[in-house]
């Protein structure tokens, strides 16, 4: 039994006979290709042939180098911003900011000075102080916005220069559209958007000259040597430029533009452009601002009654000319803080863009001197801060914003003093405009978040 089951045991199990090829229709009735019966898996297509390249030496030792480079690329950046978030913490530049808070107490003193009687006789409220509390309201904000912006470590900024470079151009192009009813028109520019007779207003153009500081910064900062060729350093920034400065110029904002170019061309000027190319930006410029002043019929009479604002003082050289008298009635004290004669609706403007005439006339050429050196110290310290900011980005940063508040500065000036023809254009933290205000604080608070990382200097 035991070898008889042992037998039984060792027996070979019977074969199975192969079931017969199945035929597919598909091979016109011919059998099916094995590699298709397996399963995916298992088999790979005729002529597929898996196989690894073996590495050399050299490879191995190119990748493992690669591999530790950006190891320690990762590692650095890490450090970096490790050490970034320290120096945020920082103390701000005590001169600047309280340059920038004395500015707006003294702009907020005049305003009330000079709006006071067309904010009765004009506005719809009949009320004194109407201009005065709005800038108040707006001023309250923006120095809020600005300790608070201040005190962000401005290197954040990198991340939303470009979708606030894009956001702009969409509102400059969205205030263009004819029959908007969003978009409001005085003076027959269409410059802002919101609703007609709220405080919910703004001009797109003043974002517009932010978000070219950023989106400029940021991409300057990260090119480097490519700043020398022209394919780099300046077909995409002329590019910008040519569309930004356009679209404003066509509400028509002339002076906007003017802004967008400048700040634009001084942050490649820093940013480190081939000279040859400011020369050749020098020229065009010339030529543009020609063909913009004595050619196109907006600006043509402008030119005309700029040289000779007398010769038709009642109409189209009215503005320079009562400004003009304006300053001259304030001789060398001025007649004294709120009894200013002219702005009682013999000058136009006066508590927006010609405001510079009304402290000419109150405070005297004294007084407008110490206003003008006021802003002298600002703009200075600014660039002083671009100079010792801990990187390039904030250095061009710097730069952008101070530039902005000295050519701004430095044309409403020669607009009211008619050393430049007219042209809409405010005086930083004085002029009555609570976009302009607001936006302007807010970049001075990234001037103090640059001041927080700045490299030491010495004492003395």
């Known amino acids: ?21 199945r035929r597919s229709p598909q091979y016109g009735g011919q059998r099916r290709p094995d590699y298709e019966r397996r399963r995916p898996q298992q088999y790979a297509p005729p002529g597929y042939a898996r196989k690894r390249r073996i590495l050399s030496r050299e490879e191995i030792q190119r990748r493992e180098e690669a591999r530790r480079r950006k190891e320690e690329l990762i590692r650095r950046r890490k450090e970096r911003e490790a ?3 320290e120096l945020a913490k920082g103390p701000i530049d005590l ?3 309280l340059l920038v808070l004395l500015l707006t107490a003294i702009g907020l003193v005049m305003l009330l000075s000079a709006s006071f009687p067309s904010a009765y006789y004009e506005a719809r409220t ?16 923006g120095t809020a916005a600005m300790f608070f912006i201040g005190k962000i470590n401005y290197q954040r900024f990198e991340g939303v220069a470009k979708f606030l470079m894009y956001f702009s151009i969409v509102l400059l192009v969205f205030v263009l559209i004819p029959h908007n009813p969003f978009a409001i028109t005085v003076n027959n520019a269409t410059r802002w958007l919101g609703i007609k007779g709220t405080p919910a207003q703004f001009q797109p153009s003043e974002v517009a000259k932010l978000s070219v500081v950023l989106y400029f910064s940021d991409s300057i900062s990260k090119k480097m040597d490519k700043m020398q060729s022209f394919r780099y350093g300046i077909a995409p920034y002329v590019m910008i430029l040519g569309v930004t400065a356009g679209l404003v110029a066509l509400e028509p904002h002339l002076s906007g533009a003017v802004l967008i170019l400048g700040a634009g061309a001084s942050l490649m000027l820093v940013g480190g452009i081939n000279w040859g190319w400011v020369v050749t930006a020098i020229g065009a410029a010339a030529g543009l601002l020609y063909f913009a002043l004595f050619v196109i019929g907006y600006n043509t009479s402008r030119i005309q009654y700029w040289l000779n604002p007398w010769a038709d003082m009642q109409n189209k050289g009215y503005q320079l000319s009562q400004s003009l008298i304006t300053i001259g009635s304030g001789g060398l004290l001025g007649v004294g803080l709120g009894k200013s004669r002219q702005k009682f609706l013999y000058l136009p403007e006066e508590h927006n863009d010609f405001i510079f005439a009304i402290i000419c006339e109150e405070l ?10 006021l802003f002298a110290a600002l703009i200075l310290r600014g660039y002083w801060i671009a100079l010792h900011a801990r990187n390039r980005f904030g250095s061009l940063l710097a730069v952008g914003v101070t ?11 020669g607009v009211v003093t008619g050393l430049l023809p007219t042209t809409g254009i405010s005086l930083p933290f004085f002029s009555y405009g609570g976009t302009a205000l607001m936006i302007q604080l807010a970049e001075m608070g990234i001037v103090l978040s640059v001041s ?4 030491p200097t010495r004492a003395g």
């Open 1 to 21: 039994m035991g070898a008889q089951s042992g037998a039984a045991r060792r027996r070979p199990a019977p074969q199975r006979t192969p079931e017969p090829a």
């Open 83 to 85: 050490e970034s978030r």
């Open 95 to 97: 001169p600047f900011c």
């Open 126 to 141: 009949q009320d004194p102080l109407y201009y005065f509390i709005r800038q108040g309201i707006f001023a309250t904000g």
């Open 364 to 373: 005297g050429l004294v007084g407008a001197t110490v206003i003008m050196l």
């Open 403 to 413: 530039t902005l508040v000295a050519m701004q500065t430095f044309l409403n000036i």
């Open 452 to 455: 927080r990382q700045m490299k």
